[in-house]
């Protein structure tokens, strides 16, 4: 049948396959009572139904390849966690026993109180939370139903077609080749659209009713990027779809030969382009593109989807293992940046408006408890390799010093107690307030080095909340205000002579290079998937005219003519 339908594209890149579409999803759950004297054989049932499901979920979980990121394993890990809980488990056998309910509508109830709290709540993660309780229900319910997945069909190459999918599916198919998928439930900001993105599947989401609009076989392209769905396309459009592919493709081959080539600007200005990493998994990416250093090492994973906090011991094993993987290649590892919208369990939010409360540095300088053990672990780890600090959310001269002193009592403690450690490790400050881009000045005389963390400075120069959807159109790296307060840090750091990096996601949009380097920048780190596009698009660049026309455009910001100059310098959209 010819459909064309939209949804939320949410992974780049289009494919074109045959349709699979998977026979199971929402299941349907009606109210049943049973004999009051089978009430222990049900809970007996439905216990072995959640066993049955963990164990389903263990085997994908062993078979998951070792070089898999451990973000995408601690989804699974998380389900697994929840089949244990008591809310999960326990409830339900409350209500088997009290009212003689059915297993399968026992847990249904339980999963309709739940999903209930989940959708009052405003955090746009939070609820994201609401997809686990949905999906291991789900798994437990197909185990009570004796309802088998398509574990052993032939997924190589098919566009999968489901009402949701769970991120064990999602990894599962993935192993299995699936092109792409396609679901009418969830969001971009579901951990099954994160995990697309970060897997590179192409996919659309949010495309109601497609498992009954198309026929199993039917040939459908997927179009992640525009969010588009079409089945049964004409010979022309199916031309059009093979050819992007085709580009794409060949884009990246030609991409991947400037591996090893040095990044410079047209007349051979070096530029320094550096990887922004998470997990200790993304060193692999660093070292394959050959990235000049570790821009920013974000270690909040570290303290996300578990239950307590790590000790010295984890944080430095984990360094090291980073620290000794990238062999050599510098590493920038920022302390906490705990807080506003990255919570963990057993940190909780007491501020009423957390993105100006307690996070980051302020936070870690509050609780020295609970920030020692990093602190030591990282002093430690940089025995193994270069490393530098680097302090989150600066807004005064107080907390430099503060953590310096804090940085003197540890290495004294350590040299106390006998343990290696590395000495005189730089320590370099984040510039993400706008108090702390004004006053870069000051900040330079204190610290080693400087990095720009655009992401925040935006939302607190213009007051916008990062996560807040409705006022995201107001977010603009090319505001004057921003310009400015970047143009005032680079040029603190060359007056001092301290090197100034930018590591929010404006240094890796090739549209905002140009004006970067016209300012003065010459340091970048970005996400590894975008080293090679901004190192293509530096061999464009003559530094010495961008920085003529950028000159020329700081001294017109907010007048009639500054949209004109910036057209000049860089495309704006
Ligand atoms: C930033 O704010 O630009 C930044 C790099 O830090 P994060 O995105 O982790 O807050
Ligand atoms: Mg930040």
Redesign the pocket.
């Given at each position: 049948m010819t459909f064309a339908g939209n949804g939320i594209g949410i992974t780049r890149g289009v494919a074109i396959g045959e349709a699979h579409i998977l026979q199971r999803g929402l299941l349907d759950i009606s109210p049943r009572t049973i004999d009051s004297k089978n009430i222990p054989g049900e809970i007996k049932r439905f216990r072995l139904a959640i066993k049955g499901a963990r164990e389903r979920l263990q085997g994908i979980r062993e078979k998951i390849p070792s070089t898999t990121r451990s973000d995408i394993i601690a989804f699974i890990d998380t389900h697994l966690l929840m089949m244990n809980d008591a809310a999960l488990v326990e409830v339900p056998i409350q209500l088997i026993q009290q009212h003689a309910y059915a297993a399968e509508w026992a847990l249904q109830l339980q999963r309709d109180s739940l999903v209930q709290v989940f959708d009052t709540m405003d955090d746009p993660y939070l609820r994201t939370r609401r997809d686990d309780v949905e999906h291991v229900v789900n798994q437990i319910q197909m185990s009570l139903l004796d309802i088998d997945g398509d574990t052993e069909a032939d997924l190589n190459g098919k566009v999968i077609l489901a009402q949701d999918l769970t991120p064990a599916d999602t990894i599962v198919m993935r192993h299995q080749g699936i092109a792409a998928f396609i679901t009418e439930f969830g969001g971009p900001m579901s951990h099954t659209a994160i995990l697309a993105r970060s897997l590179g599947i192409p996919a659309v989401v949010g495309v109601h009713n497609i498992t009954r609009l198309l026929r199993q076989g039917e040939c459908v392209v997927v179009d992640g990027e525009q969010g588009v769905v079409l089945a049964d396309a004409d010979q022309s459009t199916l031309a059009h779809y093979q050819s992007r592919i085709n580009v794409a493709q060949g884009r990246a081959t030609q991409l991947r030969s400037l591996i090893g080539k040095a990044a410079t600007t047209r007349e051979g200005v070096r530029v320094h382009l550096m990887a922004?990493i998470e997990l200790p998994e993304d060193i692999e990416a660093t070292r394959e593109l050959q990235a000049d250093a570790v821009g920013?090492y974000?270690t909040?994973f570290l303290y996300m989807n578990r239950q307590g906090m790590p000790d010295e011991e984890e944080h430095y094993q984990t360094y090291r293992r980073v620290v000794e993987g990238l062999d050599g290649i510098p590493i920038t590892i920022?302390t906490l940046?705990l807080g506003a919208?990255?919570q963990v369990d057993g940190c909780t939010a007491t501020s009423c408006n957390p993105a100006l409360g307690l996070r980051a540095i302020r936070l870690c300088l509050k609780e020295p408890k609970m920030f020692q053990p990093q602190l030591r672990a990282i002093l430690r780890a940089a025995v193994h390799g270069p490393v530098r600090i680097m302090i989150?959310?600066l807004s005064n001269l107080q907390e430099v010093r503060k953590l310096k002193a804090l940085i003197s009592e540890t290495e004294a403690d350590l040299r106390h107690e006998g343990i290696p450690f590395a000495s005189e490790i730089p320590v370099g400050g984040?510039i993400?307030v706008p108090a702390a881009a004004l006053s870069a000045d000051a900040f330079t005389r204190e610290l080693d080095f400087l990095?720009?963390?655009?992401?925040?400075?935006?939302?607190y120069t213009l007051a916008i909340d990062?996560v807040d959807d409705e006022v995201n159109y107001l977010y603009d790296p090319l505001h004057p205000a921003i310009l400015r307060l970047i143009q005032m840090v680079i040029t603190a750091g060359e007056r001092a002579g301290i090197p100034v990096s930018m590591?929010?996601?404006?240094a890796g949009d090739p549209r905002y290079i140009p004006l970067l380097i016209g300012m003065g920048l010459r340091e970048f780190?970005m996400q590894p998937g975008s080293l090679l596009i901004a190192k293509e698009r530096l061999f464009e660049l003559d530094a010495a005219k961008l920085t003529r026309q950028t000159r020329k455009l700081m001294k017109r910001l907010g007048e009639s003519d500054f949209e004109q100059l910036l057209d000049k310098i860089c495309t704006r959209h």
């Open positions: 922004n920013l974000r909040e920022r940046d919208d990255k989150p959310m984040m993400e990095s720009i963390g655009t992401n925040d400075l935006i939302q990062r590591c929010g996601e404006m780190s």
